[in-house]
């Protein structure tokens, strides 16, 4: 049992009579907070695959395909944070099995869609009801089970199953469009969700009152949080598609300042904030914040880069290219039986900066190396993902370590908002600098020699801002928890010598 780590919460020393001692005695509730996950990898990988069959069916716009996506990702990064205060104040099981009912209805309803309006809006429900389902199903893992052993272990089979659902959704996805409708890939939520709601309602007990945040809901922070997290999200889109010379992406950019700046005002002096800053501000929930965003940077931006490199740039066909990515797959489906032993080797802490600085290098590889040949770029998603495969599980386990017990959902929905967020600024980063060096129109065949040189140059420069910006986010982090432990060390010694001096 982990002792208690001096920026939070004390882990409680004695086991629960009621906790699970095993992953086994707790898998009704595992199968059903997997099931959630599933949902959330499997639904948007299976979607893109079907965007060019919805379009031609639809009569679609680009513009609204682009909508069909992009509506999820709003309402899902949008609303997290409110949809997580609410769960720490009204039950996290009960928010869960709302928006379990909300996914199923709004995945049903697309056997009904004719037009892409319609579309769109029934994606907009689905992002609602997954920012009321997947925070959540971190945190009630983490509520599950006391020691944190079980804790990384739980997190791990989630995300398992859930990578599994990424890896196997795109190839699926054509076979089903294949011999079905587009809409039958979409109503394959239904049944997920309805396996979920049996494992949560089955195997999780109702939260009792006492582990409930009672301050009253901070409205206005909601109102100001999601109006700052929407053109958040819309920017870095309107970036890549619109370019810097457009007036859109920086009007959304300065909406976003704006609604941040008003945002920590109040968030600082309203007597019960949605996000109390104080709390956000502790070593391990800090730095695991940090190790997120600077995985979702490195991530994102090279996801991005090597996806146009692999089919503008060397020509390969989408079947090849997603051959190429293999490598990254495999790592990360795979590689979720090595996470606890390295954890359990090195301890939580470690493996938190041990793993975001492997995604960093892995971006820097193939920033310097990506052009020469296809091995740099594989070993460059090897790294990205063996880092990923970890920091995703430990940070967040760690996030949630340092925050009170009855502010678990909102700490999961801000770490699951900071990897939502920095990926929308490692794609519009690479995006803007790739069209401010790349000589004409980049989806042309047959590129010139300059043009070749052009993009080369826009990798190499945009792989290193984002390795750079990423990088100082770790050291930030590991400083921020390095100080802590030092000062625990001094108050430990310190604490020693009284009681010697004492007796």
Do not use: C
Not at 179 to 192: D, E, K, R, S, Y
Not at 271 to 276: E, S
């Amino acid at each position: 049992m982990s002792t208690h780590n001096g920026t939070g919460p004390a882990l409680a020393a004695v086991r629960s009579p009621d906790s699970p001692r095993s992953l086994r005695e707790a898998w009704v509730a595992l199968a059903g907070l997997s099931a959630v996950f599933l949902f959330e990898m499997l639904d948007n990988s299976i979607l893109n695959v079907a965007l060019p069959t919805i379009g031609r069916e639809l009569h679609a716009s680009t513009l609204a395909l682009q909508w069909v996506t992009g509506a999820y990702a709003i309402t899902f990064g949008g609303l997290m944070l409110v949809f997580g205060a609410m769960a720490d104040r009204f039950g996290r099981r009960r928010i869960m099995l709302v928006g379990l009912v909300l996914l199923g209805v709004a995945s049903l309803a697309t056997a009904f869609v004719t037009t892409a309006e319609q579309l769109i809006a029934v994606r907009a429900v689905t992002g609602a009801a997954a920012a009321m389902t997947t925070p959540g199903s971190m945190a009630l893992a983490f509520r599950l089970f006391e020691g944190d052993s079980l804790r990384v272990r739980a997190a791990t089979l989630i995300s398992t199953v859930g990578l599994v659902g990424l890896a196997i959704g795109p190839t699926v996805g054509g076979f089903v469009l294949a011999i079905a409708p587009w809409q039958t890939l979409l109503l394959v939520n239904v049944p997920i969700a309805v396996l979920a709601f049996i494992g949560v309602r089955t195997g999780i007990a109702q939260d009792e009152a006492a582990g409930l945040n009672r301050d009253p809901v901070d409205i206005l922070g909601a109102v100001l949080g999601t109006a700052t997290l929407v053109p958040t999200l819309v920017a870095p889109t309107l970036f890549v598609n619109e370019g810097t010379g457009s007036w859109e992406p920086w009007a959304a950019t300065a909406a976003a300042a704006a609604g941040a700046f008003l945002f920590l005002f109040r968030e600082l002096t309203a007597r019960h904030p949605l996000l109390d800053l104080q709390l956000v501000a502790r070593p391990l929930v800090s730095s695991g914040l940090a190790y997120k965003a600077a995985a979702g940077l490195a991530t994102a931006g090279l996801g991005y880069l090597v996806t146009l490199q692999l089919q503008l740039d060397w020509g390969w066909s989408p079947a090849h290219a997603a051959i190429g990515m293999l490598p990254q797959v495999v790592v990360l489906v795979a590689g979720g039986v090595f996470v606890n032993p390295f954890v359990q080797r090195v301890g939580l802490d470690r493996a938190a900066w041990l793993s975001a600085s492997a995604v960093v290098f892995g971006l820097a590889v193939y920033s310097l190396m990506g052009s020469v040949g296809y091995v740099w770029v594989a070993i460059a998603l090897v790294l990205v993902a063996a880092g990923m495969r970890v920091v995703g599980v430990v940070a967040g386990v760690n996030v949630l370590r340092g925050l009170p017990k009855n502010r678990t959902t909102i700490g999961a929905a801000l770490t699951d908002t900071a990897t939502e967020v920095t990926s929308g600024v490692g794609i519009a980063v690479s995006g803007t600098i790739l069209a401010g060096l790349f000589t004409g129109n980049i989806a042309t065949s047959n590129w010139s020699t300059q043009q070749t040189a052009d993009f080369h140059a826009a990798v190499t420069v945009s792989g290193l801002v984002l390795t750079t910006a990423a990088a100082a986010l770790v050291g930030w982090a590991i400083l921020r928890t390095r100080g802590a432990t030092a000062g625990r060390a001094s108050t430990s010694v310190a604490d020693a010598i009284g009681t010697e001096t004492g007796a």
